[in-house]
């Protein structure tokens, strides 16, 4: 069975940093491109921030961006979402997905074919 399983999540104060994870299992997905999403109540999925399989290509919503930092480790087929400063809008239920390929269209989340269940980050102000 094909699973990508975040961790990490939690509730937490304003300002705080948090670490979440996805691990693969299943299947192999260190040549994927992988992808941070999340989605609010009552709000559409966004992306978050998304890399490619090697690392060497990362990319950011701009709200996050110079708070949050993804990266992977190919060897334990790993992706990681730092996140620090964390604010109350940052509140959401977050994905970690995988995709065959990564390009402009990075942040499309038809891209990404394999979804784990979600871990919710909550921020309290």
């Known amino acids: 069975q094909v699973q990508l399983v975040e961790s990490g999540g939690g509730l937490v104060q304003t300002g705080v940093s948090l670490r979440l994870s996805c691990a693969a299992s299943g299947r192999a997905f260190s040549t994927y491109a992988k992808g941070w999403f999340r989605q609010a109540p009552d709000k559409e999925r966004e992306f978050v921030a998304g890399?490619?399989?090697?690392?060497?290509?990362?990319a950011y919503v701009d709200s996050v961006k110079g708070r949050f930092t993804i990266s992977r480790d190919n060897a334990k087929d790993t992706v990681y979402l730092q996140m620090n400063s964390l604010k109350p809008e940052d509140t959401a239920v977050y994905y970690c997905a995988a995709g065959m390929s990564w390009g402009p269209h990075y942040s499309d989340s038809r891209l990404y074919d394999y979804w784990g269940q979600g871990t919710q980050v909550t921020v309290s102000s």
């Open positions: 890399i490619n399989w090697s690392g060497g290509s990362t």
